[in-house]
C-alpha cells in the first residue's frame, strides 16, 4: 500500500468554510468551542467530565444495553458499553443515515476515522478510555435519499411505499435487490460474502434499524465500535428539558438565527447550510412524522388532524417523549445531551451545519463539541497507479477539472510551444512605443492604437486556442487515456467515495480492506488521502 496526501484546498471539493475552517481563519473561530486537535480535545474531556453525571451514564448503558439485546457484538464493544459508566470514559461519534448497503463509500471512511481517533485519544490520555460510536440516524424520514446504492455504474434501488422514521420501515420488498446485488457482483469468493452479508442484514431482520445495526456491526464490531438508536423513550426523557426550550420558548430558532445573520455579514460569503424552525421537533407516532407548528396558542401537527394546547403537549412529552423527534438542528443537541462526547465527525456539509449551533448549545448550557472534518480519500489499484506514472500525472493532477488537466499535459508533452506569453510581451512592446507617438497627438489616435492592441491580443488568443485545439487532435490517444483514467477514479466527475458502494472495492480487495483503511486513515492530519493499494 502507497500513501499520498493533498490539501483538502487543492481537491477543489470543499466549500470556502471547510477550508477557512481548517486553516483557523478569524472569520470562523467564532462559530466553534475546540479546533480539531489533541490539545483541543484535552480541553474538551475537562469541560464534559464536569457537564456529564453518573446518572446520565447509567441511562445510557441501560438503553445500550436494551438496544443490544439479541445482537451477537463482540467482548470489547460489550466493554465499551459498560465502560461507559465509568467517569473517565468518554466517546467519539459519527452520524449517518440508513443507506441501504452503507449508500455511498464514505460511510466506511466516517466510521474508520472514528475508531482511529478514539484510539489516538487515549493514546495520548492513557488515564482515560474513549469509545467510538456510529448514530444512526433512524428518525430520518426521507426514504429517497436511502433507498439505493450505485454499483458499477448502475443504481440499484429499494422501490417502496413508505412513511414516517425510515428506522421503523419493514425490510420487507429487499428480496428484489438481494437478486440483482448477486447478479451483479458475481460468484467469487468476496461476492459470495458480500451477497451473504446483504441477505443476513436485510432478509434475516425486521426492520431498517435492526438491518443496519447488524451490518455495521458485522463490519466493525472488533474494533469495539457501538452502535446507537435515539428513538428511545429511555433515551429521550433526558432531552425533554431541552425540548421544552426549543417549542415553548423557541431558543434554537433565536439563537441559530443569530448565528446564519453573522455568517451571512462575512466578507467571504459562506452559504448557510441549514435554516431552523420556530419548533425544531417532529412528531412521531405509528407511520407519522410530521412537523410540529405553533398557531395561535395551539400546537397542530403538520398534514394531520392533530391539535394540542400547550397544557396538553407538555403532558404528551412528558408521558411519552419518544414521540418528539429531533429535526438537523435539534439532533446534534440531543446527542450531546446523552452522550459524554468529545468531538463529532462528519462530512463537509454536516459540519458546516453544526458551525451554526454554537450560540444554540450556550443557551443550552450544553458543551459544543470538537468538530472533525471526516477523512476523505481516493482509491486505485496498482495498474491505475502504473498508468498515472507513465502519464507523468501527479496526484494534485488528478484533481484538475478534465479540461484543465487536458490543456495543462498537451502543453507539457507537446513538442512544440503551446504558450503565446513571448509573443504577447513581444506585441505589447510594439504598442508601448506607439503609445508614446499617440500622447503627442489627439485623443482619438490613442483610442485607435487601444483597440488595435486588443484586437491583437485577441487574435492571439484565438491562435493559441487554435494550435492547442490540433494539439489535442494530434494527441489524441494521450488525451483519452487521461480522460479515461480520470473517469475511472472520478465516477460522474464526482469524488469516487461520494458515488460508490463500498461493495465495489470489497469485492477486489476483500477484508483487508477496512484493515488498510485503518491503518492509511489518520483523523487529526488534515490531508485528502490517495491510497494505492497492493
Excluded at 429531533?326 to 468531538?343: D, G, K, M, T
Amino acid at each position: 500500500m502507497n500513501i499520498d496526501y493533498i490539501s483538502f484546498k487543492e481537491t477543489g471539493y470543499f466549500s470556502n468554510l471547510m477550508i477557512d475552517y481548517l486553516e483557523q481563519k478569524k472569520s470562523v473561530q467564532n462559530l466553534y468551542n475546540n479546533y480539531p486537535s489533541l490539545e483541543g480535545i484535552g480541553e474538551q474531556m475537562l469541560e464534559k467530565r464536569n457537564h456529564f453525571s453518573k446518572d446520565k451514564r447509567e441511562v445510557l448503558c441501560a438503553a445500550l444495553k436494551q438496544q443490544y439485546k439479541g445482537v451477537q457484538a463482540s467482548d470489547k464493544t460489550l466493554k465499551n458499553i459498560d465502560a461507559l459508566k465509568e467517569e473517565n470514559v468518554f466517546t467519539v461519534v459519527t452520524g449517518h443515515q440508513l443507506n441501504l448497503f452503507t449508500g455511498q463509500f464514505y460511510f466506511l471512511y466516517k466510521i474508520i476515522s472514528t475508531i482511529n481517533l478514539a484510539k489516538e485519544i487515549e493514546g495520548n490520555n492513557p488515564e482515560c478510555k474513549v469509545v467510538p460510536v456510529y448514530w444512526m440516524a433512524t428518525e430520518d424520514h426521507d426514504f429517497d435519499e436511502i433507498n439505493y446504492f450505485n454499483l458499477h455504474g448502475k443504481k440499484i434501488q429499494w422501490n417502496k411505499e413508505v412513511s414516517g422514521a425510515v428506522g421503523r420501515l419493514s425490510t420487507e420488498g429487499l428480496q428484489e435487490v438481494y437478486k440483482i446485488l448477486e447478479q451483479e457482483l458475481g460468484a467469487s469468493k468476496n461476492a459470495k460474502k458480500l451477497t451473504s452479508l446483504f441477505k443476513k442484514s436485510y432478509l434475516e431482520h425486521a426492520t431498517l434499524t435492526d438491518a443496519t445495526r447488524f451490518l455495521a456491526n458485522e463490519l466493525f464490531s472488533e474494533y469495539g465500535l457501538v452502535i446507537i438508536d435515539g428513538d428511545s423513550a429511555e433515551l429521550k426523557r433526558e432531552l425533554i428539558p431541552f425540548v421544552k426550550k426549543d417549542i415553548f420558548e423557541n431558543i434554537a430558532f433565536k439563537e441559530v438565527a443569530k448565528t446564519i445573520k453573522n455568517i451571512k455579514e462575512q466578507p467571504e460569503k459562506y452559504n448557510v447550510q441549514v435554516n431552523p424552525r420556530e419548533i425544531n421537533y417532529f412528531y412521531l407516532k405509528d407511520a407519522i412524522r410530521e412537523r410540529i407548528i405553533e398557531k395561535e396558542g395551539n400546537f397542530l401537527i403538520n398534514n394531520t388532524e392533530i391539535k394540542f394546547t400547550k397544557e396538553e403537549l407538555l403532558l404528551e412529552l412528558n408521558e411519552f417523549p419518544e414521540r418528539f423527534s429531533p429535526n438537523v438542528i435539534a439532533r446534534p443537541l440531543y446527542q450531546e445531551v446523552i452522550l459524554p462526547n468529545l468531538c463529532y465527525i462528519g462530512g463537509g456539509g454536516e459540519i458546516a451545519y453544526w458551525l451554526e449551533l454554537k450560540n444554540m448549545f450556550s443557551a443550552m448550557q450544553v458543551p459544543f463539541p470538537v468538530l472533525l472534518l471526516r477523512n476523505s480519500a481516493l482509491l486505485m489499484n496498482e495498474k491505475l497507479k502504473g498508468k498515472m506514472e507513465k502519464m507523468n500525472l501527479s496526484v494534485q493532477d488528478l484533481f484538475l477539472k478534465q479540461n484543465s488537466l487536458i490543456n495543462k499535459k498537451i502543453r507539457e508533452i507537446s513538442n512544440i510551444s503551446i504558450d503565446f506569453s513571448e509573443q504577447r510581451a513581444h506585441l505589447k512592446e510594439q504598442f508601448s512605443a506607439m503609445y508614446s507617438m499617440a500622447e503627442q497627438t489627439d485623443k482619438s489616435f490613442y483610442g485607435a492604437v487601444k483597440a488595435q492592441e486588443l484586437k491583437q491580443l485577441k487574435g492571439l488568443d484565438v491562435l493559441e486556442k487554435r494550435l492547442l485545439k490540433a494539439q489535442k487532435v494530434k494527441l489524441k490517444d494521450h488525451v483519452i487515456r487521461m480522460a479515461d483514467l480520470q473517469n475511472e477514479l472520478f465516477p460522474n466527475f464526482s469524488l469516487q467515495e461520494r458515488t460508490t458502494n463500498f461493495s465495489e472495492l470489497y469485492v477486489e480487495y476483500g477484508s483487508s480492506l477496512i484493515v488498510d483503511l485503518e491503518n492509511a486513515l489518520k483523523p487529526l492530519l488534515g490531508k485528502f488521502t490517495v491510497i494505492t493499494m497492493n
